[in-house]
């Protein structure tokens, strides 16, 4: 008779050797309705656009921070050992989702331009504006003129504001100090903001956001501002690693073609990702340049032809929308979302948080506006605002999606269907937003 072997299949050793381990945990969620889960691979387009993948009373467990276990609630104590004295959130019959992520915010500015608003709503055009002192580059006065600790102090509140509207992921972009200095302390402003907060931010470096005043009067002068940009501004952004993407508005009252492309290749050959201000007012052929560069997105596309949309979706590059902006500006015009969809380009939301042309800090809303608006049904809006748009932002790999290994992001809604989440007109229907494991005071 054969002596058995040490370890056989019949060893109660063998077994435990070889069963997986099983997660622990300090944060569990139980009580969820739907746990909205948004796993899958990323970004979602097409028919995937709507796969929100919900568990049925689903529960997640967390520990550090990070998800170790996503399933349904019955299966949670026989798959994860619960520490003692871990953090347990009874959401009680409501949904639970991914954090929203804002994959487009001009987060960090000084001033105000209510009175503009006004002016606005009661005729003036943005030409009298802008001889006023007003328009973009009233911002841009207003924001050199402000201290670091200042712009810093800023940042943070609307942060703060962002995440009682349920966004826990921001990207963050420069462009209202078009100077070297005022540029690099709008981006340093934006991470020290974010320190020692649970958010997730990344930066993009938009010192083509439009020329600065000093660089209207000629040609040559516009030529030095590029100099300044490509030669000095971004190598030293690169270098410092200040920022992740870099991005440029292109609009005949910014930046051409032939300029934005200049600005794009020379970002990409430092190392930095690429984004595009894209065809927003006017179809520029950004879309198209866009796909042909790579880009990781490209944002606003409301007048976007259709070639430049396949070229999108030939490049997987995304396309961030921001119906916030065609609502706030009086536009006849939103984005083709349902088109996007239909020619598999992927689409993300994003709010446009800024003081001239969006000052929105609710992704709610802006999810309502993309489903009443630019044609998405509601499961394809949730998408569009957290798997897509992590990946727009370069963040998919740790946020936009309740799978393990991910940042534990989440949103509480006051609701038991998900549905509640674009129905609710002018409401943001949050019950508890939590930032890796850390339920938020909002």
């Known amino acids: 008779m054969d002596k058995p ?12 050797r070889d069963a997986p381990s099983r997660p622990i945990a300090d944060f569990v969620l139980v009580g969820a309705s739907e746990l909205v889960t948004c796993r899958g691979s990323f970004p979602a387009s097409g028919a995937d656009q709507k ?39 009874d959401v009680q019959g409501r949904v639970a989702m991914p954090g929203f992520v804002d994959a487009h915010t001009h ?21 009298e504006i802008a001889a006023a002192g007003g328009g973009i580059l009233g911002t841009v006065d207003a924001t050199r003129r402000a201290s670091l600790e200042e712009l810093t102090h800023l940042a943070g509140r609307r942060m703060a504001r962002l995440c009682r509207n349920g966004t826990t992921a921001i990207e963050v972009k420069s462009g209202y100090g078009l100077s070297a200095d005022s540029e690099i302390k709008i981006l340093e402003a934006a991470r020290l903001a974010a320190r020692n ?23 040559s002068e516009r ?16 270098e410092a690693k200040l920022a992740r993407f870099a991005d440029v508005f292109i609009d005949e009252h910014a930046f051409s073609i032939d300029e934005g492309t200049r600005v794009l290749v020379t970002a990409r050959d430092l190392g930095l990702a ?18 042909q560069i790579g ?37 006849d015009t939103y984005a083709p979302a349902r088109k996007m969809i239909d020619l598999n380009v992927p689409v993300a939301l994003a709010t446009d948080l800024n003081p001239g042309t969006c000052p929105c800090e609710s992704m709610p809303l802006i999810i309502q506006l993309a489903c009443l608006q630019c044609g998405l049904s509601i499961d394809e809006a949730i998408v569009a605002a957290t798997l897509n748009a992590a990946a727009a932002s370069g963040l998919a790999d740790r946020c936009g999606s309740l799978e393990v290994g991910k940042r534990c ?4 809604l006051d609701a038991e269907d998900r549905r509640q989440l674009a129905y609710r007109l002018g409401a943001a229907p949050i019950h508890m937003v939590i930032a890796q494991a850390r339920v938020m005071n909002t």
């Open 51 to 89: 796969r929100v993948a919900v568990i049925e009373e689903g529960a997640l467990a967390a520990r550090d921070g990070e998800i170790v276990w996503v399933g349904p609630e019955h299966r949670l104590r026989l798959e994860v050992d619960v520490m003692a004295g871990a953090a347990e959130i």
């Open 409 to 412: 992001d989440l949103v509480v």
């Open 107 to 127: 987060l960090v500015w000084a001033g105000d331009r209510a009175d503009e608003f006004a002016r606005r709503l009661a005729g003036a055009t943005y030409q």
């Open 5 to 16: 072997s040490e370890a056989s299949d019949h060893d109660p050793r063998a077994n435990a």
């Open 274 to 291: 690429v984004k595009i201000h894209a065809d927003q007012i006017s179809d520029d052929g950004a879309a198209m340049l866009a796909a």
């Open 223 to 238: 030529e030095r501002y590029l100099d300044l940009l490509c030669e000095e501004l971004m190598p030293r952004i690169a």
């Open 197 to 219: 907060q649970p958010f997730e931010v990344v930066t993009t470096f938009l010192g083509a956001h439009t020329f600065p005043r000093e660089a209207r009067a000629s040609a």
């Open 295 to 331: 880009a990781t997105s490209a944002d606003h596309l409301e007048h976007a032809n259709e070639r430049g949309l396949e070229a999108l979706a030939r490049a997987g590059t995304v396309a961030v929308l921001i119906p916030g902006a065609s609502l706030f500006l009086q536009m």
